[in-house]
């Protein structure tokens, strides 16, 4: 299967400041979104980006699928930001595969 | 829209017994659906594929013959977990795929079952 592998694996930050995580992946997919796991599991959908870029608030996401990797920014992180972050793709199958994750901690 | 729901949220049985664990989408039809199994502080380990009418699609090392799978309706998937031993403990998560108004296919993923076999 895909590959997929996420930098870096733990962040802190200081409420208010600003991050990028990144996704890299081993071949060419026809799926790729992020998701931000919250403290009871729920994985809750923030992008479908298989390529170009896409802003939704404080979040905003940059595929560019030639280089492999994807970024996901999110500015004036707030508390409720904290929780692991995913990215997950899909190739020509029909399996989807989960990135190693990134866990953000944003402190007051 | 593109709701998924699993049942139970949390189980406990002892070892040897078999559980069932199931997945709807609430508000859509899905064709194919996902299993996943995810252990503290990792990843979410994709184990099978599931197609409404035929075969469960499993991932390498996945045992088939423990962990069933049945989609029988567009819209219900089930996992089994049979013989449940220790090892099995895990938090059992799937998602479907929707054909959204974007005009591709998105997962959506519900809530989750934790299991602990004692």
């Known amino acids: 299967g895909i590959q997929v592998e996420q930098s870096p694996p733990d962040l802190i930050l200081q409420e208010g400041a600003n991050s990028t995580l990144r996704c890299n992946f081993s071949?060419?997919?026809?799926?790729l979104q992020w998701f931000h796991q919250n403290p009871w599991g729920q994985l809750i959908n923030l992008f479908y980006i298989p390529s170009g870029t896409k802003q939704n608030g404080r979040l905003s996401a940059t595929t560019v699928a030639t280089e492999r990797y994807s970024l996901l920014y999110i500015s004036s992180s707030q508390t409720t930001d904290s929780g692991v972050y995913f990215c997950?793709?899909?190739?020509?199958?029909?399996?989807?595969?989960f990135g190693t994750g990134t866990s953000l901690t944003v402190i007051p | 829209g593109a709701v998924v729901s699993q049942h139970p949220s949390w189980v406990i049985c002892k070892s040897g017994t078999s559980v069932k664990i199931e997945c709807r989408s609430l508000d859509f039809q899905a064709t194919t659906m996902f299993w996943y199994r995810q252990f503290p502080k990792q990843s979410l380990m994709l184990m099978a594929t599931s197609n409404e009418g035929s075969k469960a699609t499993y991932e390498q090392g996945v045992e088939k013959d423990k962990f069933l799978i049945n989609h029988a309706s567009l819209t219900l998937s089930t996992l089994t977990v049979t013989s449940a031993h220790p090892e099995d403990s895990s938090f059992y998560i799937c998602s479907a795929r929707d054909w959204g108004r974007g005009g591709h296919y998105e997962q959506y993923f519900g809530p989750g079952t934790r299991l602990t076999v004692t």
């Open positions: 071949d060419s997919v026809n799926n």
């Open positions: 997950a793709v899909g190739g020509g199958g029909n399996q989807f595969y």
